[in-house]
């Protein structure tokens, strides 16, 4: 066991990039075990490395917790943007296409979303932070095209993008939970782009 041993912490770590390595085995980790299952030992066995080698990238499992949640806000955000772009110029049509992606990601990746959004706001990394804001800025341009443009109720947009959120995520949640069926979806989506565009009349 002492040889094994010995082994392992001399082993050199051989992946070109070990720390996206090392993310992506804790997202399979995270969806098919959960949290509790997550640790960087069990990650370095997994990856193939020695135990020690995790810690050049994450010093503590906080700090992996971390950086797989900001890698999860920097994905969907990216995905959002994408959506809202390739919607085209009509508001609707971005409000529908940014509900339905959030929405798809927050079910294909529950336990993900929950630690995303689980760390108290003072207490993130500068990452983290950097990650989060980048969400809601994804956003943040088609809600105040749309209150310019007339489509959406004038007044403080931050408080217009919270609720947007607070609605997909909502859906996303009663789909996770098995309260409403996925061949319910696209109709809840189209109920709420309607409840959002009339708030303007």
Avoid: W
């Avoid at 993310?23 to 997994?46: K, P, V, Y």
């Avoid at 049509?93 to 760390?119: D, G």
């Amino acid at each position: 066991m002492q040889c094994y041993r010995a082994v392992m912490a001399d082993r050199p770590y051989h992946h070109g990039n070990l720390r996206a390595a090392l993310l992506a085995e804790a997202e399979r980790t995270l969806r098919e075990d959960g949290i509790d299952r997550l640790s960087l030992r069990d990650l370095a066995r997994q990856a193939g490395v020695s135990h020690a080698a995790p810690r050049r990238h994450f010093p503590d499992r906080q700090a992996l917790l971390d950086a797989l949640a900001a890698a999860g806000f920097l994905r969907l955000s990216d995905e959002l943007r994408a959506a809202i772009e390739d919607a085209g110029d009509d508001y609707e049509a971005q409000l529908r296409a940014a509900a339905t992606t959030y929405i798809r990601f927050a079910t294909r990746n529950a336990a993900l979303l929950e630690l995303m959004f689980a760390a108290k706001r003072g207490e993130q990394s500068a990452a983290l932070q950097d990650a989060f804001g980048r969400l809601y800025a994804a956003v943040d341009g088609m809600v105040r095209r749309a209150q310019q443009a007339g489509k959406l109720q004038r007044g403080d947009p931050d408080r217009l993008r919270l609720l947007l959120f607070a609605t997909m995520q909502g859906i996303a949640a009663l789909v996770t939970s098995g309260a409403v069926g996925s061949g319910q979806v696209d109709g809840l989506i189209a109920d709420a782009v309607t409840l959002f565009t009339k708030s303007s009349g």
